[in-house]
């Protein structure tokens, strides 16, 4: 298990610092509160000019007007949103389900959405999201737009980020150091006689923070730099594939790769096995994940775990703490990782 580094965060926010008020943008717009609420609400009743002065102060501020009746403002819902990239894939199932477990236990309910891989689907369901008030928001990774920062700071919600790591989280985090991981790889390879590394990788910027510790720690081996091959995300079998022939057309003598999915790594035994190629004799495959099929596929796949039961427990108590107004005494976690090694590496 590799060793979680302490952290030490800016002050926290969350049910710490309270939601920006009508009155806060009044205040900015230089308005009454009527007026505020007749721009947001019945903007044909106010000039261009008034709905202008408003609408800057509600960006500035990252105020989201409250959807919830005015009479149960005070009320909790009861209700945590979850958002990951993608729900297609294994990798972020056990978290989520860890999560929905603990959480149901202390008397909340999980909604789960699908935000992809760009910051303007994850603003539009922000928005959506912070207008209801939850009693929570868990969100996947720690890299959000200008605007999707301001929403979740003003919100007063208590927020955790997960699957990534920073020293100045927005509220709570549960997560791990990506770059870490990268390097760790790869010299678990250059242990195992690796010398001419190659690394297969999705685009997003998890995916791109493991592949500059990969990098970055082969360069203090004193190897070459890897062969890169970059794609989209989320990956798929087909992209191994395709992406072990591109590895190979460029740079043939590659003895082993680092993916930054398991999927990916399945398709690069797959495309091994039909060009001939002996993994791990001739070429080491590791993923990352250690999604079910890694442990039965032939050869088996050495890969990198996450623990994510521990990851969506730890991230459940502590948005139900903060949504009772317990203290929280660790609001960053680092889970670590843990390199798993079989077959194929």
């Not at 935000?115 to 990774?141: F, K, M, N, Q």
């Not at 889970?335 to 590496?345: L, P, T, V």
Request: hydrophobic share 45%; with cysteine; net charge neutral.
């Amino acid at each position: 298990m590799h060793a979680p580094n302490p952290a030490h965060p800016a002050p926290l926010l969350g049910r710490d610092r309270p939601a920006v008020t009508l009155r806060e943008v009044a205040e900015r717009a230089g308005v009454s509160m009527i007026t505020v609420s007749r721009a947001i609400n019945t903007p044909q009743q106010v000039s261009e000019r008034t709905r202008e002065r408003v609408q800057e102060a509600v960006s500035a501020l990252g105020y989201v007007p409250n959807l919830v009746a005015g009479g149960l403002r005070s009320a909790r819902s009861h209700v945590v949103t979850a958002l990951v990239p993608t729900l297609t894939g294994p990798l972020f199932g056990e978290m989520v389900q860890a999560l929905t477990e603990a959480l149901e236990l202390r008397g909340f309910q999980v909604m789960l959405g699908q935000v992809g891989y760009a910051h303007s689907r994850e603003d539009e369901l922000l928005r959506a999201i912070v207008g209801r008030r939850p009693d929570g928001i868990v969100l996947t990774g720690v890299m959000h737009s200008p605007e999707g920062r301001r929403l979740l700071t003003a919100s007063g919600i208590p927020i955790v980020e997960t699957w990534d790591f920073t020293d100045t989280p927005i509220d709570m985090l549960v997560g791990l150091r990506h770059e870490a991981l990268g390097a760790a790889v790869c010299k678990h390879l250059f242990a195992k006689g690796r010398r001419r590394l190659a690394l297969l990788s999705g685009g997003d910027e998890r995916a791109a923070r493991r592949a500059r510790g990969f990098e970055a720690a082969a360069l203090r081996l004193g190897l070459r730099p890897p062969a890169v091959r970059l794609g989209k995300s989320p990956t798929t079998h087909a992209d191994g594939r395709e992406g072990l022939v591109a590895l190979l057309a460029d740079t043939p003598d590659i003895d082993a790769v680092f993916c930054s999915s398991d999927m990916l790594a399945l398709g690069v035994l797959t495309e091994a096995r039909v060009r001939g190629i002996a993994v791990p004799d001739q070429l080491a495959v590791m993923g990352f994940g250690d999604i079910d099929f890694a442990q039965t596929v032939s050869p088996s796949l050495s890969t990198v775990r996450i623990d994510g039961t521990r990851m969506g427990q730890t991230a459940a108590q502590l948005i139900a703490d903060r949504a009772e107004g317990q203290p929280v005494a660790e609001p960053v976690v680092d889970i670590g990782f843990s390199i798993i090694e079989r077959d194929s590496a």
